[in-house]
């Protein structure tokens, strides 16, 4: 009784169910906001505002508050009554104070609280069931009939006039009961079947976790590495500038030295010249010839004096403008240290990669510093050698690399057939599998007719990525058996990675067709 008439309190007035998000209006009554929001909409049309409870009249539309302790509260009996808030049926009977019911009744197809199911109780012998408003599911649709039986047959519910008389006359049925029991058995039996599934992808998901977890471990390690990284950078940056302000300073001041210092001396020389003048001067303006002719100490500037001025004046000259070389030289070096400094950071080998003009085909052209190479269209004179490629038309590097972690840069004239890669250099050098697409030896990407395609006898594949760059880099981890490729656009685009186990030293490769051409960046 406590119960029903706690809920009397805790319905709203408009909707008669429990408050949903309750508001008050200033006279103090509560309502569901939407509700009250439908009928202050209503009312708006009419031209006058007031409250559904005590009409209590606002001159305009009334706020409303929102009444927090109201709402806990409805939440609190809520939790408490959880029948009643899941299904929301309530006693057919009781119409003034809507009740929650108990139980359904098949036969006379109404709920009702625990009073009237007491009442109920004593009168009939009826089946009840859990509340419920969906009648037509308990019942037969052809005879209107309790359903009692299971037709395993049909897989269908069943009453008694259709077990007997109906469609399924003559079928092995089962009592509901029995039949879900059954099931249930069944569906026990395929819950355990379905649990090693669950903790496979239970343990996938833990995997899944752990490597989302390690990513992100290995990718904030790699900031603070990446952030130390340009600290240092920074700082020999500063040493740079300083090492390079200190050259210009240094060429500053023993330039400027020397022109000073010739600049004083050339100021004593015009000193004694103004002497020497003022008195030559004095003596044109002397009349009386005998003192003129017996002046002993009377100089005239030689024209010695005058080449050794004009000596020192082309000293100078010759070194007077700053040597640009000598501070680019410092630029250079400076740079050249830090470049070192981050890659050995990072770990990561730059190789002087040289071509082996013996390993090129006939119609294969390697440049005089041995970076670039180019295919020919006419068979130039060249001598014979073993290790010369005979069908496809490649070159091999000079030197292998058979340990560390490598990184090199290439670029493609964008015409013709060209492929990238590294080789064994066991390679044969005659037949099909002496080309990188046939060859077991090596590993390649290839670039023609505007696709990118990865070769290697186990795996021959065209990318999904086109070449928007002439420009490629190579990286190649021999340890872990990692090959990459990478092209140099912004941003850098990964291409394709080769992983497998390298037993021999890797020498680059190259082949080139129809007017292609590749160089080896430095």
């Known amino acids: 009784m406590a119960s029903a008439e706690l809920r009397d309190e805790l319905n709203c007035s408009i909707c008669l169910s429990l408050y949903t998000d309750p508001v008050s209006l200033r006279c103090g009554h509560n309502f569901c906001r939407s509700c009250i929001v439908s009928v202050l909409d209503a009312q708006e049309a009419a031209g006058g505002y007031s409250c559904p409870d005590c009409r209590a009249e606002y001159p305009e539309r009334p706020a409303l508050e929102k009444n927090r302790k109201l709402r806990n509260i409805v939440e609190r009996f809520s939790s408490t009554q959880p029948d009643m808030e899941e299904t929301r049926i309530f006693c057919t009977y009781c119409t003034k104070s809507p009740k929650p019911a108990v139980r359904t009744c098949l036969q006379c197809e109404t709920s009702m609280c625990e009073k009237h199911l007491a009442a109920h109780n004593?009168?009939?012998?009826?089946?009840?069931?859990?509340?419920?408003?969906?009648?037509?599911?308990?019942?037969?649709s052809t005879h209107n009939e309790i359903l009692k039986y299971y037709c395993p047959k049909?897989?269908?519910?069943?009453?008694?006039?259709?077990?007997?008389?109906?469609?399924?006359?003559?079928?092995?049925?089962?009592?509901?009961?029995?039949?879900?029991?059954?099931?249930?058995?069944?569906?026990?039996?395929?819950?355990?079947?379905?649990?090693?599934?669950?903790?496979?992808?239970?343990?996938?998901?833990?995997?899944?976790?752990?490597?989302?977890?390690?990513?992100?471990?290995?990718?904030?390690?790699?900031?603070?590495?990446?952030?130390?990284?340009?600290?240092?950078?920074?700082?020999?940056?500063?040493?740079?500038?300083?090492?390079?302000?200190?050259?210009?300073?240094?060429?500053?001041?023993?330039?400027?030295?020397?022109?000073?210092?010739?600049?004083?001396?050339?100021?004593?020389?015009?000193?004694?010249?103004?002497?020497?003048?003022?008195?030559?001067?004095?003596?044109?303006?002397?009349?009386?010839?005998?003192?003129?002719?017996?002046?002993?100490?009377?100089?005239?500037?030689?024209?010695?004096?005058?080449?050794?001025?004009?000596?020192?004046?082309?000293?100078?000259?010759?070194?007077?403008?700053?040597?640009?070389?000598?501070?680019?030289?410092?630029?250079?070096?400076?740079m050249r240290d830090i470049v070192t400094n981050v890659t050995s950071e990072l770990g990561?080998?730059?190789?002087?990669?040289?071509?082996?003009?013996?390993?090129?085909?006939?119609?294969?052209?390697?440049?005089?510093?041995?970076?670039?190479?180019?295919?020919?269209?006419?068979?130039?004179?060249?001598?014979?050698?073993?290790?010369?490629?005979?069908?496809?038309?490649?070159?091999?590097?000079r030197c292998g690399l058979s340990s560390g972690r490598h990184y090199w840069e290439v670029k493609w004239n964008q015409?013709?057939?060209?492929?990238?890669?590294?080789?064994?250099?066991?390679?044969?050098?005659?037949?099909?599998?002496?080309?990188?697409?046939y060859s077991d030896k090596s590993w390649c990407l290839g670039m023609y007719d505007g696709i990118y395609k990865v070769y290697n006898t186990s795996l021959r594949l065209a990318l999904s990525v086109?070449?928007?760059?002439?420009?490629?880099?190579?990286?190649?981890?021999?340890?872990?058996?990692?090959?990459?490729?990478?092209?140099?656009?912004?941003?850098?685009?990964?291409?394709?990675t080769f992983t497998t186990s390298f037993t021999e030293p890797l020498h680059v490769i190259f082949c080139v067709y129809k007017g292609a051409s590749v160089t080896i960046r430095s």
């Open 122 to 140: 004593k009168s009939v012998n009826h089946n009840l069931i859990e509340p419920t408003v969906s009648f037509k599911v308990q019942k037969c």
């Open 154 to 334: 049909d897989a269908t519910c069943i009453c008694v006039s259709c077990c007997l008389a109906g469609d399924h006359k003559g079928h092995d049925v089962e009592l509901l009961d029995v039949a879900s029991d059954k099931k249930k058995e069944k569906l026990k039996q395929y819950l355990t079947d379905l649990n090693p599934q669950k903790t496979v992808i239970q343990t996938r998901v833990q995997n899944l976790q752990d490597r989302k977890k390690n990513i992100q471990e290995k990718a904030s390690d790699k900031r603070k590495n990446i952030s130390k990284i340009f600290m240092d950078i920074k700082k020999q940056l500063e040493m740079a500038e300083k090492k390079a302000l200190s050259e210009v300073s240094r060429q500053e001041e023993k330039i400027v030295s020397q022109i000073s210092r010739l600049i004083k001396k050339l100021e004593i020389q015009e000193d004694e010249l103004s002497r020497k003048m003022r008195h030559v001067e004095e003596m044109c303006r002397v009349t009386d010839p005998i003192r003129l002719l017996q002046e002993s100490d009377i100089t005239v500037c030689s024209h010695g004096g005058d080449e050794d001025t004009g000596g020192d004046d082309e000293e100078v000259s010759s070194e007077e403008d700053l040597d640009e070389v000598l501070i680019s030289l410092t630029l250079h070096r400076s």
């Open 348 to 397: 990561v080998h730059v190789p002087d990669i040289l071509l082996d003009v013996d390993t090129a085909h006939e119609y294969v052209k390697v440049s005089e510093d041995l970076k670039t190479v180019t295919y020919l269209e006419e068979k130039p004179e060249r001598p014979e050698s073993p290790g010369r490629f005979l069908v496809s038309t490649q070159v091999l590097s």
């Open 415 to 437: 015409i013709g057939v060209c492929g990238i890669g590294l080789s064994y250099p066991s390679i044969e050098r005659e037949g099909e599998q002496s080309g990188i697409i």
């Open 466 to 496: 086109k070449p928007t760059c002439p420009t490629l880099g190579v990286f190649l981890d021999y340890e872990a058996g990692r090959l990459s490729f990478y092209e140099l656009c912004d941003p850098i685009r990964h291409l394709h």
